[in-house]
């Protein structure tokens, strides 16, 4: 019970962090169900850095 008390603290730090992992991923996960890209370009494309690698994806789809 001891170690228990003089670690609550660390605990509870792994237990946020372990929790933002899980969110993070999560949302990853999603993004990438949902079709949408996950680079951050908003769907304006024309303007992404992996414009192209939004393109195969599309020619995937269809």
């Given at each position: 019970m001891n170690?228990?008390?003089d670690?609550?603290?660390n605990i509870l730090v792994?237990?946020?962090v372990i929790a933002l992992?899980?969110?993070s991923i999560r949302s990853?996960?999603?993004t990438r169900k949902s079709g949408l890209?996950?680079?951050g370009c908003g769907g304006n494309c024309?303007?992404?850095a992996l414009a192209c690698m939004h393109g195969r994806?599309?020619?995937r789809k269809n």
């Open positions: 170690w228990l008390l670690n609550i603290a792994l237990s946020a992992v899980y969110a990853l996960i999603n890209p996950s680079c024309a303007n992404c994806q599309n020619m």
